[in-house]
């Protein structure tokens, strides 16, 4: 596609014990520059939870340790990637991601299945919401998270 985005996601450098931190990266074919969409913050790191839209990283930023391409999509179909970024409640980065993607695949904007093949490579969560504000953390296990839940 000559107007198009490159789609992506990033899996950033691992710290401690944390789950790994994911993006979605959207890239002009051939660009060293991206935007970034994320969530930032959470129980884990005592702030809130916050979506972020940053244009103009670096694709090979330090942070990033790998990325999966996922598909192209038209530069004109850009705003409904928007919207499905906007609708996900902010979260865990993972479980947003695996929103996020699973609101552009009801678009058809990315290949059937992508969410569903993210979903199955989430790592536990270290916290877990049980009530409206209050998070408790838990080991980490996947076991764990399901006691949790």
Not at 1 to 10: K, P
Not at 38 to 55: C, L, S
């Amino acid at each position: 596609m000559a107007d198009s985005w490159d789609v992506y996601v990033a899996f950033c450098q691992r710290r401690g014990d944390d789950p790994l931190h994911w993006m979605l990266l959207f890239a002009h074919p051939g660009s060293l520059r991206c935007t970034w969409y994320h969530v930032v913050g959470g129980p884990t790191q005592n702030r809130d939870f916050e979506r972020k839209i940053q244009a103009g990283k670096r694709m090979d930023s330090f942070g990033i340790s790998r990325k999966q391409y996922i598909c192209q999509i038209a530069a004109s179909e850009i705003n409904k990637v928007k919207s499905a970024v906007v609708a996900v409640p902010v979260q865990d980065c993972q479980r947003w991601i695996v929103a996020v993607l699973a609101g552009l695949e009801r678009k058809c904007l990315v290949p059937a299945g992508t969410s569903a093949d993210y979903y199955n490579q989430m790592e536990a969560t270290h916290a877990v919401q049980i009530g409206d504000g209050c998070w408790v953390l838990v080991s980490g296990t996947a076991e764990d998270e399901q006691v949790a839940k």
